[in-house]
């Protein structure tokens, strides 16, 4: 009898200590989906602050997207002197590790390159829209590289959101920028719809190195990402700032900026600092659910930053964009809803197991 109750009374423990860590899972998801949707949010529109107010270059905007990385190290030496090792005794080794922070590194630098261009020539709001095909891209790459499964609500958000951008692409450019020519417009709509492509393969290649390559459960392994994919990105950002000559325009475009020098320079700061936290929002994402959730997430901000646009920046609201709005949140919504039908069968499957121990408590 009393090894009956010692069973039970373990049975109850258990059950408990599966809540709290599911409450604790919560949590840091919940935390790292406002990290996304804010810093997403803010570095889009001050980056379309930068270029109207006379900012000129596109390496400097692609620096800022990385440059931030060190104010990293102060959660990062705070979260990994509290976790406790993993015990994981087939550690990759310090090359194979060093290889796939650089590669991923100078992707992101290319990638970065690709979204400055695009924002340059587009505005925010068009921008945001056409950027909302990485999800589309991120559920057809992780079908192949993750095996993530691909449901009809998944393949009607990937149509729908297809059928977004194409509206957009083929807009007929009345809300670009001043002085951006339709052949410059039409780059913008190729190097965002590019970008956003490379974006989505770049999650997939992350979630795949967190599970074959890094192989710790620790979310300070998410930092460590960060910081040094974003090292090697701002490096090459450097290199390209120099070689590309755009370096001897700086000084020009700062007692140019329409705003002042102070502003200048807040605003790259502020840029730097919001990317920071997306990216970190982004990494955190991948590392607790899949790299398809933290795009889907950052699509919310997506379909929300071209109304702030429009407030903020006055960006035209004709038809075929607001037609594109609509269609966005559709396809959003259908991806949502297959993730709370998956989340409805996962707890199902919990709660029957733990019915039967709720019952003996």
Request: net charge neutral.
């Amino acid at each position: 009898m009393e090894s009956v109750v010692a069973e039970d009374a373990r049975s109850c423990a258990l059950h408990t200590l599966i809540k709290m860590k599911r409450l604790h899972w919560w949590l840091l998801v919940a935390l790292n989906i406002f990290f996304l949707l804010a810093g997403q949010a803010a570095s889009v529109l001050l980056g379309r602050f930068y270029y109207d107010k006379g900012g000129n270059s596109k390496w400097m905007a692609t620096l800022v997207q990385t440059a931030a990385f060190p104010v990293l190290f102060i959660p990062y030496f705070l979260t990994s002197s509290s976790e406790k090792p993993s015990g994981i005794s087939n550690s990759p080794s310090l090359g194979i590790v060093s290889l796939n922070y650089l590669v991923l590194g100078a992707v992101i630098a290319g990638d970065n390159m690709l979204y400055s261009v695009g924002l340059l020539y587009l505005s925010a709001s068009t921008y945001s829209l056409i950027c909302a095909m990485q999800l589309a891209f991120s559920a057809i790459f992780t079908l192949f590289i993750n095996r993530q499964k691909f449901t009809v609500l998944i393949l009607n958000s990937v149509v729908i959101l297809t059928i977004s951008a194409s509206f957009l692409a083929v807009n007929d450019s009345s809300d670009e920028p001043s002085g951006v020519s339709k052949g410059k417009y039409a780059i913008g709509v190729l190097t965002t719809l590019g970008a956003s492509a490379l974006y989505s393969l770049i999650l997939s290649l992350m979630q795949l190195s967190f599970e074959r390559v890094l192989k710790k459960e620790t979310f300070s392994v998410v930092l460590e990402m960060q910081i040094y994919t974003s090292f090697v990105a701002t490096c090459v950002s450097i290199i390209g700032l120099f070689a590309s000559g755009e370096w001897r325009t700086l000084s020009g475009a700062m007692d140019g900026f329409q705003t002042g020098k102070v502003s200048y320079a807040m605003t790259l700061a502020w840029t730097a600092t919001a990317w920071q936290i997306c990216s970190v929002g982004i990494v955190g994402l991948i590392f607790l659910v899949t790299s398809l959730f933290s795009n889907v997430i950052s699509t919310v901000s997506l379909a929300v930053t071209p109304i702030a646009a429009i407030i903020i920046f006055n960006d035209k609201s004709n038809g075929v964009k607001i037609l594109a709005m609509l269609l966005s949140f559709w396809g959003l919504a259908t991806y949502i809803y297959q993730n709370y039908l998956d989340d409805l069968e996962a707890r199902s499957k919990i709660n029957d197991t733990d019915t039967r121990n709720e019952s003996s408590c």
